[in-house]
């Protein structure tokens, strides 16, 4: 899989994601509502509902990001959440967040590694990443990782970009790869972090491959559901 990346400088892949994500902070959550027309919202719930059938206690969200799915999967499943991310400006905004809605006891965030997890084995009832699994720099022990920190029996629930098929696709694509990009630059004045958006979104494994790589990580079964036309995907993993 090619190793596509946001500025393309020497910097590797995860500190050139930090950056990224640190520049767009602040407007990251009015861009995400824009762009997405707010569907986003109702993908997040669809991954909410399907965790909910496993009861979780204790979740971790991994590229927590602003915290929109961290206070989702709380909200949806009165689980406790620890919220990770790698960018401390994203953090700041989802602190803040969560502060608003009087969530502190029930949802902590903190600075950290996908790829090296600082929890246990076996230790969270669900794991939750949206949006985040395509920012890895190393897909294999990123979902190893995830794998590792839930428990037995217990899944893994990936919310991720797929492409849609059919007649709609060169018409969504042409949206993705031309028209977002400007918006994106006029709101974040980041140049590069929405055209870096659809080119990691097309080099990035979706569906029945997604799936495989899913299984040839040491998941036992992996099933999916495409949302709207295949725009998104969640992916749930069972160990």
Known sequence: ??????????????????????????????????????????????LVKWMNKDQPKLTLDVATGTGD?????????????????????????GIEKVKKQNLQEKISMMKGDAENLPFEDNKFDAVSVGFGVRNFENLAK????????????KSVYILEFSKVEGFLGPLYMFYFKNIL?????????????????????????????MKQILLDTGFKKVEYKKLSLGIATIYKATK
Do not use: C
């Open 181 to 209: 990009p400007q918006i994106g630059k006029l709101v974040s004045k980041d140049n590069r972090a929405y055209t870096y958006l659809p080119d990691s979104v097309n080099a990035f494994p979706f569906g029945e491959k």
């Open 1 to 46: 899989m090619k190793q596509v990346t946001p500025y393309n400088t020497e910097a590797s892949k995860k500190s050139q994601v930090e950056d990224m994500f640190d520049n767009i902070a602040p407007k990251y959550d009015l861009l995400n509502h824009v762009l997405s027309m707010k569907i986003d919202v109702l993908w997040r719930d669809k």
């Open 142 to 153: 990123g979902l190893a990782e995830l794998r590792r920190v839930v428990k037995e029996g």
């Open 69 to 93: 799915l961290a206070i989702a999967v709380h909200k949806g499943t009165k689980a406790d959440v620890v919220g990770l991310d790698l960018s401390q400006q994203m953090l700041n905004v």
